[in-house]
Nanobody, 114 residues
Framework: QVHVVESGGALVQPGGSLRLSCVVSTNSIFGLYSMAWYHQRPGGVERDLVA????????EYGDAVKGRFTISRDNAKKTAYLGMNDLKPEDTGVYLCHVDRRFWGQGTQVTVST
């Protein structure tokens, strides 16, 4: 059984920064998991890939966040992170953690507004 909990979302002004966390509870080896963050816009259904990090620590980013967001992982803490800089109003939405291409968390709300 895998339990996924995101945190770190908040209301921030444009240009601000946040750091999201995704903590995974599992009896399996966390280090073998692929980890990813997705963005769901307000009122939307689709989830867009923000960033992913594989077990070899290779990373991939969505075009909208390249140069602004950074994904990382701490296998000892069974946690993935998303560093978000230079936030824009269009970054507003729910950010969801996707574990091993199978498991989802409930998400954490990020609102970028004056």
């Amino acid at each position: 059984q895998v339990h996924v909990v995101e945190s770190g979302g908040a209301l921030v002004q444009p240009g601000g920064s946040l750091r999201l966390s995704c903590v995974v509870s599992t009896n399996s080896i966390f280090g073998l998991y692929s980890m990813a963050w997705y963005h769901q816009r307000p009122g939307g259904v689709e989830r867009d890939l923000v960033a992913k990090i594989e077990r070899d620590h290779s990373v991939e980013y969505g075009d909208a966040v390249k140069g602004r967001f950074t994904i990382s992982r701490d296998n000892a803490k069974k946690t993935a992170y998303l560093g978000m800089n230079d936030l824009k109003p269009e970054d507003t939405g729910v950010y969801l953690c996707h574990v091993d291409r199978r498991f989802w968390g409930q998400g954490t709300q990020v609102t970028v507004s004056t």
